[in-house]
């Protein structure tokens, strides 16, 4: 009977655990969609040559930019390469733009 009351415990613990890990990723996306915008002209956004759009990035002034460099795809863009604009560890409390750039971007594995 210990072995059956033991697997039931393990089983519950199991499906309360993946259904927490879907509610925390729920909740982290929509608190990421709720970030006002970064705004360009913040004094930050300014000092690390932050663009709405990458393909509009002045490669003279920014010469480390290279073509197909975006936010989406940069390891400080806290969301999907193909979300529209998400949290950045640069910008707290900012969204930025999936299709921006900055001069802090970093390829992001397996993007």
């Not at 509610?23 to 040559?49: F, H, N, V």
């Not at 990458?54 to 460099?69: E, L, N, R, S």
């Not at 998400?86 to 390829?107: D, E, I, M, R, S």
Request: charged fraction near 20%; aromatic fraction near 6%.
């Amino acid at each position: 009977m210990s072995d059956t009351m033991q697997r039931r415990s393990f089983l519950k613990a199991a499906v309360l655990g993946a259904v927490s890990v879907q509610a925390i990723s729920l909740a982290t996306r929509s608190e990421a969609a709720a970030l006002p915008a970064l705004d360009p002209s913040d004094a930050t956004a300014k000092a690390l040559g932050y663009a709405v759009d990458a393909t509009k990035v002045d490669a003279k002034a920014h010469p480390m930019y290279k073509p197909g460099q975006k936010c989406g795809t940069c390891v400080q863009f806290q969301g999907k390469a193909t979300d529209a604009e998400g949290a950045c560890n640069l910008f707290a409390g900012k969204a930025v733009k999936g299709a921006g750039w900055c001069t802090v971007w970093a390829q992001k594995p397996g993007a």
